[in-house]
């Protein structure tokens, strides 16, 4: 199984991204989803998650700000994320929840300027 993940790209202070994830085999629809993000230097951290019934919860950082939502029938998880700010910055990655290791992929560079 692979996951993969799009939509990062270079965007002003202030703008919008969003950012899609599906996997090789349909693993969306039977897990709880959840995005991470790692900047240069940094661990790997939390962005959002939501559950099979669709629940979200987020990272204080991004809360307000960012929108996960999930499409089953497509295999799709999504990140919309808004206002964007320089510390956003960073590789998106996104997993089941919990993650698994061999599941994390090369995720999607986001980059904010300021």
């Known amino acids: 199984v692979h996951i993969m993940t799009s939509g990062g790209g270079l965007v002003q202070s202030g703008g919008s991204l969003r950012l899609s994830c599906t996997a090789s085999?349909?693993?969306?629809?039977?897990?709880?989803m959840a995005w991470y993000r790692q900047a240069p230097g940094n661990q790997r951290e939390f962005v959002a998650r939501i559950t099979r019934n669709g629940h979200a919860t987020y990272g204080e950082s991004v809360n307000g700000r960012f929108t996960v939502s999930r499409d089953d029938a497509q295999n799709m998880v999504y990140l919309e994320m808004t206002g964007l700010k320089a510390e956003d910055t960073a590789v998106y990655y996104c997993?089941?929840?919990?993650?698994?290791?061999?599941?994390w992929g090369q995720g999607t560079q986001v980059t904010v300027s300021s």
């Open positions: 085999q349909r693993i969306v629809s039977v897990n709880d």
């Open positions: 997993n089941i929840q919990p993650p698994l290791d061999y599941l």
